[in-house]
């Protein structure tokens, strides 16, 4: 731990100047990832406190409301995440392993399959616009008092969107990580941006995996 | 100490020019930028609570309308809360000695650190524009339906603005428990951290934890506005109390964001300026934990009036009251911790004891809120306001200037004048006190808050605070001309003017880039003054 033992030569190139080790850089950088993430737990669990409070007031208009929501995709959309958590385990797997065309591939088929989740929420928000589910002005369903229900899809559209904001900054990081893939920038000694990037895109998997039942299954059969 | 002169290279000469300062990442240079930055918030949300205390010196309101006076308060409210006092000890000093104190070159994260300051100060243009377009008459506490439906001013942008600095929040928090996890010397074991480091800790857990569900809640007032959606608009089903439930939860807790911060400060203070270990270290330690969780716990006692049920009143009333044990038991310990002390009377020593003071009285008019019966009586009176002044103004304010006026030498190199230290001290206490106690009494006879206009009866305390006021104003001016004098002028510090101990002080003032030349190596508790030989320089 001594810093006069670390001399500028011996310095690795992905070293930063504070650390003494690149071990102990990359214990920091998945501190810091878990600690963001216990921040974004927070930041969600405002909209789910929310969602279930009024899911709880107002059972019969959310549960008639749910079944609005188109569940082919959102379904076709749950499998495409959850495989795309598997590519980015296997991407961080390989970067440890020091397999440059590994990580590179893994980490293109997480960016293909995230880009397809993507394209399918959009053909998704096209089907809702169409049937008049955005809130406000246009906003019109049958069958049950239109305010609680318009309160069920302004909560969709809230965090639905924000999940795929979070959907959208993970592809943007997830090309910069590819790109230092592709320069072969990562070894066994050094490879924790991949690392934390990956906790990252599994944290934002397994919000998903709570939005999808919360908002497209729940009393469903009704 | 005539003699001494400033070390050949330190932080603040190794670079000059502009980009060098707007493009750092050394921790101690960010302090800086951050210790400018608040300060003129500080002088902004000082000059809205002026034209208050002027408007209130008579009854009737005959300086400024209605309108503007909803604007005055709920502009000083927001620009203190979140752009003042939420920064004022974390990013200054905590940015300047965490990693000075766990023995580090740096922050663990030193380009966020920076990126913090800079969302920090987006956030802060953001508000400002919202103010300078307008203004913003929602009050600091943005309650719905107001808010989202009947407010006309410029909401969405201060909630915006706040929204983002929250990112900074955030971000520092982050970088400041990664810090201290994992970035401590050889031998600086949990319990040998000063107390500080403790309270920085449990503040930043409360960064974390807290700071993500303003920014939900206040995003949602935001979206609600322009997207007219109803989410807390009772004619569409959706229920204004769960907003004040989301935005209590966030800033009840971030009242120990300021507080808790400056009760590190004040351990450190009592410690060196009574050369004694703090009585109780342990204790004191968990306790700023115990705050920050306890904490989390007690927002409902801001919706007693609100319409929750009689039983979760009950409990939030009993966990508010828990609250006051660990409070107790920091004033108890720093306390015993002057019994049989060799103390001095220097400036930082005189805010402590304000600090003291003044939390205890802020603390323990607490109690009479958390009181279910007392509380109905003086809700949204000045005994509410003059309550929170108390701990924020004359708890955390206090040791914001005490903590700036002990590592003032470390930071720049040279002493303040010492008797102008302590002028400006007594003209801070005294017109603090002026200012606010007249405010309890008026609360408590049944005065409202957020009213322009009041009736004759309630002139002569009105006039006392308004006197009070103006002589706060000048104490606060006071230190603001001696120490930029001092960075001139002052006396030559020396690595060490009080003897204290602490590896901050084992390096030379202003310290290197790099804080030290080798890595310390920690070998003994915190304040070990028993071994110490030498007396203070004071």
């Known amino acids: 731990m001594s810093e006069i033992a670390t001399s500028e030569a011996a310095h690795p190139a992905h070293l930063q100047h504070h650390f003494d080790s690149l071990q102990e850089q990359s214990q920091v950088a998945s501190l810091g990832m878990w600690v963001f993430l216990v921040t974004e737990i927070l930041f969600f669990g405002g909209m789910f406190t929310s969602y279930l409070v009024y899911r709880s007031t107002y059972p019969d208009a959310f549960a008639i409301a749910s079944k609005h929501t188109v569940i082919l995709i959102g379904a076709v959309n749950t499998a495409v995440l959850i495989t795309s958590s598997l590519t980015m385990a296997l991407a961080v797997f390989a970067s440890s392993e020091g397999n440059r065309k590994s990580t590179v591939n893994f980490l293109t088929a997480t960016w293909v399959l995230g880009f397809t989740f993507l394209v ?21 369903m049958a069958g049950t008092n239109p305010g609680h229900a318009e309160l069920f899809f302004s909560l969709y559209f809230i965090m639905t ?62 | 100490m005539s003699t001494a002169v400033l070390p050949r290279e330190n932080y603040l000469n190794t670079d000059y020019g502009l980009r060098s300062w707007f493009l750092t990442t050394d921790h101690k240079r960010i302090c800086i930028l951050y210790l400018l930055t608040i300060t003129l918030f500080f002088a902004i949300g000082g000059a809205f609570a002026t034209v208050m205390r002027l408007d209130l010196a008579t009854p009737a309101a005959d300086l400024v309308s209605d309108e503007t006076y909803n604007k005055m308060f709920t502009m000083h409210g927001i620009i203190m809360v979140f752009f003042f006092l939420v920064p004022s000890i974390p990013a200054t000093l905590g940015n300047f000695l965490i990693p000075m104190m766990v023995g580090a070159k740096d922050v663990a994260f030193p380009k966020l650190n920076l990126a913090s300051w800079y969302i920090f100060t987006a956030g802060g243009c953001f508000t400002l524009w919202a103010l300078i377009s307008g203004g913003v008459d929602s009050g600091w506490t943005f309650y719905t339906p107001f808010s989202t439906l009947s407010s006309n001013t410029n909401v969405t942008l201060a909630a915006l603005g706040i929204f983002i600095a929250g990112f900074s929040s955030i971000l520092t928090g982050l970088n400041f428990m990664v810090t201290i996890h994992r970035m401590r010397a050889p031998g600086l074991t949990w319990f040998r951290m000063p107390l500080f480091l403790w309270s920085m800790y449990a503040a930043s857990l409360i960064f974390v934890l807290g700071t993500p569900v303003i920014a939900i809640t206040l995003l949602l007032v935001a979206a609600e506005r322009v997207l007219h959606l109803g989410i807390f608009d009772p004619a569409r089903g959706g229920d204004p109390v769960l907003f004040q439930h989301l935005f209590w939860f966030y800033s009840h807790p971030a009242v120990y964001i300021m507080v808790v911060p400056g009760m590190g400060v004040v351990s450190e203070i009592v410690a060196a300026f009574s050369r004694k270990r703090i009585f109780g270290y342990t204790f004191v330690a968990f306790s700023s934990l115990a705050i920050a969780i306890l904490g989390f716990l007690v927002w409902g006692h801001h919706l007693f009036v609100a319409g929750i049920s009689v039983y979760s009143a009950l409990v939030f009333s009993l966990l508010s009251y828990f609250v006051a044990i660990p409070s107790a038991i920091k004033v108890f310990n720093w306390t015993a ?8 009377f220097a400036t930082p020593m005189l805010y402590a004891f304000g600090f003291i003071w003044m939390f205890t009285i802020g603390g323990l008019t607490g109690l009479f809120l958390a009181a279910l019966g007392i509380d109905i009586h003086v809700t949204d009176t000045y005994f509410v306001i003059a309550h929170f ?3 924020m103004v004359g708890g955390a304010i206090m040791a914001y200037l005490g903590g700036l006026h002990y590592w003032w030498p470390k930071m720049t190199g040279r002493l303040y004048p010492e008797g102008w230290g302590k002028l400006g001290f007594i003209t801070v206490f005294l017109g603090f006190n002026l200012t606010f106690f007249p405010q309890f009494i008026l609360g408590y006879m049944g005065m409202p808050r957020r009213y322009h206009a009041y009736p004759p009866e309630f002139q002569t305390l009105n006039v006392l605070s308004s006197a009070g006021a ?18 001139k002028y002052g006396p030559i510090a020396g690595p060490n003017p009080w003897g204290a101990k602490g590896l901050e002080w084992t390096t030379s003032s202003p310290p290197p880039k790099h804080n030290f030349e080798t890595t310390p190596i920690v070998t003994e508790p915190a304040y070990n003054y028993s071994e110490l030989e030498e007396t203070a320089v004071v």
């Open chain 1, 161 to 222: 969107g924000i999940h795929a904001l979070h959907m959208i900054i993970g592809l943007s990081v997830l090309l910069v990580i590819l790109y230092m893939a592709r320069r072969g920038d990562f070894s066994p000694e050094y490879h924790s941006p991949v690392e934390v990037m990956g906790l990252y895109w599994h944290f934002v998997d397994i919000i998903w995996i709570f939005l999808f039942p919360l908002l497209y299954l729940i009393d469903r059969h009704r």
């Open chain 1, 120 to 140: 399918l929420k959009g053909i998704e928000y096209t089907i809702d616009f169409h049937e008049h589910l955005v809130p406000g002005a246009g906003f019109q």
């Open chain 2, 337 to 344: 911790t002057l019994y049989k002390g060799s103390i001095s």
């Open chain 2, 389 to 391: 002044h108390y701990i």
């Open chain 2, 470 to 487: 103006s002589i706060l104003a000048i104490g606060y001016l006071i230190p603001l001309v001696y120490l930029l004098w001092s960075l």
